[in-house]
């Protein structure tokens, strides 16, 4: 049995998790929306599906899955839509910007019994799956600190920024899921710092661009967050779990694996240097989990809970950042439990 | 304009090239030749096309290229027949084991003017092909020495040794292929040595499983190829380049990017394990450089003359290593060019 | 002229330090001090000095300077009592664990015009060394953010626990004085989070086994620090800097520098385990300073005054691991400037 | 009971060689002999050691054991004159460069029941150690292939190249022993190649500046050896050994432990970029076996007959690069044995 998906938006990253769908075996795209975009009629003749509206979407008979890329301000309502007709949701972080919006969305959700997974690529990336199998089959036995590296090759459009919802709730906001995974327990506290140092223009806009956020479990565990908007390098994404019989490490991708010998040294290629490079093999892989989840009727890997509760982490490293207090998120955290 | 093509063998290396058709724009998979097998079943359902004869296929005004993934033995008189066809040839390597039959293809070729591209993968794989980029572009000036550390993770069956042509026909002729390529000059002298350390059996097939070699050229240069059946580690493919003013070098690829700490030391994970894993990306850039050469009417990559010049090579290293002698190749390389 | 030292205490830490002396070029090591150690009379024989009592080489005319390797409560007392004795003196840090008690020390060294060196090896160990230099000379542009990573083999004895001041004064006081002279910019916030994850015993004596703390300078430039008491792989000792042109790193040291390969992958030696033997370079460095600086006249590498800074961010990072706040430092870093 | 030892030769060697025997417990210099040079002065300063002339030494009560680190056309005479004198003697390489002056002097060696050891330094490097540690621990199983990369920073002065001997006898001779050492079993056929590719006025000397080697042993072990006489990158001292469950192999040591990442990629220091640097603990160890075998009664690390072996082998080497064929060892092997 073969699952139908359609794609809402026919962007950059709409045209990716076409690609994805294109390789899973047992699932077919059947339609993609984007009412005004030369990319949907690309993406149509490319893997010979329709264009459709967003209601045709809706009402179609042929369609199980959607695949939610367009604008953040318009997931939840997406998700509540698509949810009602009965159609599975694959959506984009976030949710939306608004803890609020976010719970509001889940109760249509648990209303709906819709199946609705959220797209924190990173936990598909294989090295750093690799990483969390080997925790979870005790080779560094329990868990006790996590360690995330994670810088931007460069700042996003100032534009950007300003809707984005600042560095923690659009940037930060994935090392928060991955501390919640490797961390193999919920976040109590959040204490953070964040600065601007690379552009003063980021500050005038409200956003910092280097910060650093300790996460801090029930049982003492730990983890450190260090992010900038700028490394010359490439696109800096780095994890390493110690535990209490040893640790474990993904390292840096680089754009080529070959090496520079000469008077000045030992030459390494710079890290691929963007998002959808650095992260293919992970967004193929999640649309397979997604698929795979449909098909075999399993739990979703990845919930809009846990978008909720990363952003609740974003909220809370913000107001500590600010106020120069730890937060608490006892009670928050027990409401999504 | 779409590339029309027809893949010969519904096998493991058929399917491969199959794939990677489907991934190059412009190109499209019209036919399957496989009289016998389920394999062809499966890769014509799954990409749309016919299952043909090869007669048919021969005759076909849909087909423009043929990709030959036959048994060695056959590949010489199907380059010979696609040519006089008038189809665009590539060839699994290699043409024939023996150099009078490859000659006589070749001839073939010339006569018929036939367009022909011989599978040499490694060319392809992204960092030996930016490897060899690098020293084009002079980052490590005039080329000395080539050092090419092969290894095998374990021997192929028994019955395919019988058959192989012998390591260094088989096994070291990519080696051969990629020393030409790096050395930027005809090799003049090979030295050889061969011995028997992994299992006695291959010696009584009449075979080597363990293989030194050196390369020279007319200047002097000179490569180094290191072979063996056995590597526990995994598949051991590296390349180091010594120039006038730097070595370049492209390192091996590992099963996961990730690191184990504990109380032993640091681990890291074996190499991929097989030929498919390893050069996945070096099959898909080499079909897509055929159908670009087809399409530019660009000179052909990898000509049948290159798999000549290889077992030629391959011929010499095995009379040096029964005979102790160096073997000079100055009239057959004049031949070649 | 040959600069003449006496080292006071003949423990581990003495020992290492009169082997230092010996190799330094223009100093002589003409007295050992410790009234009922066995090794002060290898080391006089060894060296071919004196064994003598605190008080005859605080009278002595053939003593320029002394090391202090006596237990930490003595330390004050004795650079007070040699200040005032004209010796230049040589401390192992801390001063001390109260802030008070330094800051009345420091008043009579500015009172006596003594020459005191604080001995924070860390800033010698060649590989930070070259790493500072690198960012003194512009190699990464203006320091924005500094990752140190640091953990013990194992948790030091229980007793050496309880008088060791914790885990922030004992250990991260190494990586404050680092992150201090690293960011070129006075500390002004400190936050921290602590527990006790390896040992229950360590909680229970009042202490912890792991920590995370964020500095934070005027200009908004972040030091992050990770610190555990075990580590399986053993002693880890990585420090990072971002800058706004690039990053340099310092990459730990390994017990041995060879590798093997086998079908569970490659594995590499644990690190050197032991701090004596990670910074034997560093000890050896930081004696070749102090005696550099007192040849010279010029200023002492490291002050007195940069101990006691180091430690207000230990008291600083305690307090905010107990209360949940950020702590200001700024109008006692002023104090210290 | 201390060994008293004389070095003969103040140069460069000889003062490498008093600094070892300085840190050796149980060891003293008492003498150092060097008619004409300032440097023989400094050391009897530094080391509070006499001058006196090779008579003196050689007629000595307080003497025990003599480092000949004179020119390589005294050596064999030293060697000869000292056994004679009943004085132990550690003799840098080589012997002599002619094989026939060797096996004379190892005669009298013979006669004199002298105790000699030659002054392989690599075998004595930590990370060598290490390696051969390994294998003989059985962590790699039977020894299969031995790659050997060696290259020097820069060739040695014009007359230096002329009294060399060539590169065969005087810098491949290390890795002849190395692979001795290594392969476990004695060579019996040896193949090599040789150009001038760095610079014409080494061949217009009547030198090569990069060569190639095969060994093979009886058993069929193998071992491959690559040399070239310019390495900008630095001195390039690589061993990597191939067995039957696995391989191990031993890495270079960089001038600094240090990475910087930028726009342009990441960069590692040069290699460590002159002899006595890199084997500066080699140089240290290799006294102390001395030391410790004279003291224990036991067998030299590294005997003379270990020197001709290597000698002989270069030799062959030499002359397969001139006739293009294998040259065969066996019976010279068996003389040493």
New interface residues.
């Given amino acids: 049995m073969t699952t139908r998906f359609a794609v809402l938006g026919a962007g950059r990253i709409g045209q990716v998790h076409a690609r994805a769908i294109a390789q899973v075996d047992g699932a077919a795209l059947v339609a993609i929306a984007d009412p005004i975009s030369a990319a949907a009629e690309a993406m149509a003749t490319k893997y010979g599906c329709d264009i459709r509206s967003i209601d045709a979407i809706e009402a179609a008979d042929d369609v199980d899955a959607v695949v939610i890329c367009t604008p953040t301000d318009t997931h939840a309502d997406l998700i509540e839509r698509f949810c009602r007709a009965g159609k599975a949701v694959f959506c984009e972080k976030p949710v939306d910007l608004d803890t609020a919006r976010v719970r509001a969305c889940l109760q249509v959700v648990k209303e709906t019994g819709g199946r609705v997974m959220v797209g924190f690529n990173r936990r598909f990336d294989?090295?750093f799956a690799?990483?969390k199998a080997?925790i979870d089959a005790g080779?560094?036995g329990k868990v006790?600190?996590v360690?995330l590296?994670s810088?931007d090759p460069g700042a996003p459009p100032y534009d950007y920024i300003t809707s984005s919802g600042g560095i923690f709730r659009d940037m930060t906001i994935h090392d928060f899921d991955m501390a919640r995974w490797l961390l193999g327990e919920e976040v109590e506290?959040v204490?953070?710092?964040a600065?601007?140092?690379?552009d003063p223009k980021i500050g005038a806009l409200g956003d910092f661009d280097?910060a650093?956020v300790?996460l801090?479990t029930a049982?003492?565990?730990?983890a450190?967050i260090?992010n900038?908007r700028?490394?010359?390098?490439g696109y800096d994404q780095r994890i390493?779990v110690?535990g209490?019989?040893?640790?474990?490490?993904?390292?840096n991708?680089?754009a080529?694996?070959?090496?520079?010998?000469?008077?000045?040294?030992?030459?390494?290629?710079?890290l691929l240097n963007f998002f959808m490079t650095r992260y293919t093999a992970a967004y193929a892989a999640e649309i397979a989990a997604f698929a795979a989840a449909l098909r075999d009727g399993s739990a979703m890997p990845i919930t809009a809970g846990d978008g909720l509760r990363a952003l609740e982490l974003a909220d809370a490293a913000l107001q500590s950042a600010q106020s120069?207090?730890?937060v608490r998120l006892v009670a928050s955290a027990q409401k999504v439990a």
Same sequence: chains 1, 2, 3, 4.
Wanted: proline share 3%; charged share 20%.
């Fill in positions: 294989p090295d690799a990483l080997a080779r560094i006790e600190m360690t590296i810088r506290t204490m953070a710092q600065s601007v140092l690379t280097s650093n300790i801090r049982s003492g565990r730990q450190i260090t900038s700028r490394a010359t390098y390493e110690l209490e019989t040893g640790m474990v490490s993904a390292r991708q680089h080529a694996n070959i090496q520079f010998a000469d008077a000045q040294g030992f030459h390494d290629a710079p120069g207090q730890a």
